[in-house]
């Protein structure tokens, strides 16, 4: 039996000619040197981790939820605008200037009522004397007050010790009269022709300067503020007196007249209004 050369025969499972052989997927392989070199195959790729693929997909789902978020506050901010502009779009529309009907629909202006009529209080009554009696034209004095400016008498009175103003007409007192209305008077110096004769008025007297005459009204406010019992009176004195009885008199002095034995009275125009206070 002959035998070959080792680098004619090929090694089963190796290519012929003494080329080195290779096994895919790992093996061995006869080189020309005849030495056998082991060769192994490359190791597969590790599979992917499944809490990275978990992660990923979070990342995602979050996205889509800020996505989402933005996109529902972006028509909920448009339907609000819409909400909105509605009632003043639908108030434009309903307005006279946008229907083009204003002087139609425009109802025309109440007329202003007249002021009422000013009057004018009179002037308060003066610390001496009576006050202005108030301008004519003025409002009309109630019945009631009309009643009480009514005059009850005007004439001469004798001024003698006791005078009874109430009376219609005043009259002159006798010593026997009940002292309930000896309420004026005038007291007499004997022999002095009316020389320091003296007023006396349980009802209070005040004196009267000017030359108007005042009002009844205005003889009753001196008298509520500046009444006194007694008064110094002479030719001309005018004062006012209040009655008995509450009624308001008007006094002016005039001329003395004796009536012997050194005794005499002044004369007087006296005016006593009805009302009383």
């Known amino acids: ?23 895919a997927g790992g093996g061995h392989s006869l080189n020309a040197g005849g030495s056998i070199t082991i060769t192994q195959a490359a190791p597969p790729p590790p599979p992917r981790r499944p809490r990275a693929r978990a992660a990923a997909l979070c990342a995602a789902l979050c996205a889509a939820l800020v996505c ?17 502009a509605g009632p003043a779009a639908e108030a434009a529309a309903a ?27 009179p002037p308060a009554a003066a610390d001496t004397g009576f006050t202005v ?10 019945p009631t007050a009309a009643a009480a400016e009514a005059v009850r008498f005007e004439g001469t009175v004798r001024l003698t010790a006791s005078v009874d103003l109430d009376g219609t007409p005043p009259r002159v007192l006798s010593e ?6 000896k309420g004026f008077g005038v007291n007499y110096l004997l022999d002095a022709g009316g020389q320091g004769a003296t007023a006396a008025n349980s009802g209070g007297l005040v004196p009267v300067t000017g030359a108007a005459a005042p009002t009844r009204r205005q003889c009753s406010d001196l008298l509520s503020t500046q009444a006194s019992h007694s008064l110094p009176i002479e030719p001309t004195t005018r004062f ?32 006593v209004w009805n009302g009383t206070d």
């Open 1 to 23: 039996m002959s035998t070959g050369s080792a680098g004619s025969t090929g090694h089963p499972g190796h290519p012929a000619g003494g080329q080195a052989g290779h096994v």
């Open 68 to 84: 989402a978020a933005v996109l529902g506050a972006l028509v909920e901010r448009k339907l609000a605008e819409r909400d909105s």
């Open 95 to 121: 307005s006279p200037s946008a229907s083009g009907g204003a002087s139609a629909r425009t109802p025309s202006p109440e007329p202003t009522p007249a002021a009422p009529p000013v009057t004018t209080a």
């Open 133 to 142: 009696p108030p301008a004519a034209g003025g409002p009309s004095p109630s």
């Open 176 to 181: 026997d009269e009940p002292p309930l209305i």
């Open 240 to 271: 006012c007196a209040r009655t008995v009885f509450g009624r308001i008199a008007l006094v002016t002095v005039g001329e003395f007249r004796p009536s012997g034995y050194g005794r005499g009275a002044f004369e007087a125009t006296v005016l």
